[in-house]
């Protein structure tokens, strides 16, 4: 059974970690959540998760309107190689079904990257658990929660 929205809310209360679920049609792309929730593309989190050549997953937290490049990630990073997680990997490393993952309260640490760039926001809103949530939450509290290295990704 995959995790919730109640189970985030759950894991971040219980780490008194400020934040706000709001809770709106269906939205399974950075793009239409930023025209669901009437803001910037730049103010949404996208949380993607990757395998490396060795099965290990990393998550990377980029802008909503950012396309990672995997194979300059994986060079940076000292993998051989990047690609997209099937939908049955998001699931089992984060606990979460594709298209609702939300940047933290995975079942798994894993390796975590957060682009520079969302630091100099207050507040983002990212995967909120289920396909018609989305999580308000600082991107400094994104960072303290998945030990995650800050970097520009490529």
Known sequence: MPLSSRDLEVF????SVKHR?????????AEK?????????????????????????LIVV???GRRVNQDKLAKTLGFRKLRLATEEEVLNHTGYVAGAVPPVGHVKQVLAIVDESLLSKEK?????????ATLEISPIDIVRLLNARVMKVP
């Open 33 to 57: 959540a930023s025209r669901e929730l009437g803001i910037s593309l730049e103010q949404v989190a996208k949380t993607v998760v990757f395998v490396n050549e060795n099965k290990e997953p």
């Open 62 to 64: 980029v802008p909503g």
């Open 12 to 15: 971040l209360e219980s780490r």
């Open 21 to 29: 679920i709001l809770f709106h049609g269906e939205t399974y792309s």
């Open 124 to 132: 983002v809103y990212a995967g909120g658990g289920a396909v018609n």
